[in-house]
């Protein structure tokens, strides 16, 4: 039997919590965050608790304002990392 297979697939962090989030649902997912993930297909998925990353872009972007606006505020929860 042949496993769909996505090449060149994101591998963006979005991404890779997406694929957390369907796996703890019950989904069969390998190799996500890296360019080839195997995939089985299922019928069902069941609930599941999981908190969602902040987004990288919207972090940016609050951070960014604060600057030019040169305004005291406080963000939580977020991980910034400049490499």
Same mark, same amino acid.
């Given at each position: $039997? ?14 890779? @919590?997406?694929?957390? *989030? *369907? =796996?703890? $649902?019950?989904?069969? =997912?390998?190799?996500?965050? /890296? ?7 299922? /019928? ?7 908190? =969602?990353?902040? @987004? ?5 972007? *609050?951070? @960014?304002? %604060?600057?030019?606006?040169? %305004? %005291? /505020?406080?963000?939580?929860? !977020?991980? !910034?990392? =400049?490499?």
């Amino acid at each position: $039997m042949v496993k769909p297979c996505l090449v060149g697939a994101a591998c963006e962090p979005e991404v890779v @919590d997406c694929a957390e *989030l *369907l =796996i703890k $649902m019950g989904a069969k =997912i390998k190799g996500h965050g /890296t360019p080839k993930s195997a995939l089985k297909a299922l /019928t069902n998925l069941t609930g599941a608790q999981h908190r =969602i990353i902040p @987004d990288r872009i919207e972090c940016g972007y *609050l951070h @960014d304002g %604060r600057r030019h606006h040169q %305004r %005291r /505020t406080r963000t939580k929860n !977020i991980q !910034i990392s =400049i490499t």
